[in-house]
T-cell receptor, first 113, second 117 residues
Framework: AQSVTQPDIHITVSEGASLELRCNYS??????LFWYVQSPGQGLQLLLK??????LVQGIKGFEAEFKRSQSSFNLRKPSVHWSDAAEYFC???????????FGTGTRLQVTL | GAVVSQHPSRVICKSGTSVKIECRSL??????MFWYRQFPKQSLMLMAT?????????EQGVEKDKFLINHASLTLSTLTVTSAHPEDSSFYIC?????????????FGPGTRLLVL
């Protein structure tokens, strides 16, 4: 069965510092991978997705993610974090069954000024 | 594009009453809609998959008679929590699938916070 692991429950970075959020997946076939962001009390906003092709994908708000098949990873990065990036970040994999998503447990990002 | 709305955003009700939550895709037609439940500081738990004109498919452990889902059109799905009890208090989020880059992508609504007294 497919699964998604986000090893870091909580990360704190200083504003202006670089950020990397880890995501590892377990899935037998070619994965379709997503990163979503959730602000407190809000729904989820799609940051970026990987379906095929270039393994480095660009998203909104200056985020990017790199798909590494050999490491079963899809880590999210941002070169310079802004205070408004503080939120919960979820990695997800499309199971291939009716577009159902399997979510990781999320990583809460705190940004210090 | 790909905007999903939910109504209401917040609802408080008495125990024993029923509550209806609407999920609409505003600028696209959604072949499939999903309903999730999220407990504080936890990930999303899929409750059911809803397709227009057919019965919803519920995940294991979700009571279909408790959580009634109606998918009346390609832009509207409703979740009714029947005879709500305090343990049903939660954050309910819907999503709708639309085509993006040749693959269906889920777009999420802003969520509905339900508090049952």
């Amino acid at each position: 069965a497919q699964s998604v692991t986000q090893p870091d429950i909580h990360i704190t970075v200083s504003e202006g510092a670089s950020l990397e959020l880890r995501c590892n997946y377990s899935y037998g076939a070619t994965p379709y991978l997503f990163w979503y962001v959730q602000s407190p009390g809000q729904g989820l906003q799609l940051l970026l997705k990987y379906f095929s092709g270039d393994t480095l994908v660009q998203g909104i708000k200056g985020f990017e993610a790199e798909f590494k098949r050999s490491q079963s990873s899809f880590n999210l990065r941002k070169p310079s974090v802004h205070w408004s990036d503080a939120a919960e970040y979820f990695c997800a994999v499309d199971t291939g069954t009716a577009s159902k998503l399997t979510f990781g447990t999320g990583t809460r990002l705190q940004v210090t000024l | 594009g790909a905007v999903v709305s939910q109504h209401p955003s917040r609802v408080i009700c008495k125990s024993g009453t029923s509550v209806k939550i609407e999920c609409r895709s505003l600028d696209f037609q959604a072949t499939t809609m999903f309903w999730y439940r999220q407990f504080p500081k936890q990930s999303l738990m899929l409750m059911a998959t809803s397709n227009e004109g057919s019965k919803a498919t519920y995940e294991q452990g979700v009571e279909k008679d408790k959580f009634l889902i109606n998918h009346a059109s390609l832009t509207l799905s409703t979740l009714t929590v029947t005879s709500a009890h305090p343990e049903d208090s939660s954050f309910y989020i819907c999503s709708a699938t639309g085509l993006a880059g040749g693959r269906e992508t889920q777009y999420f609504g802003p969520g509905t916070r339900l508090l049952v007294l």
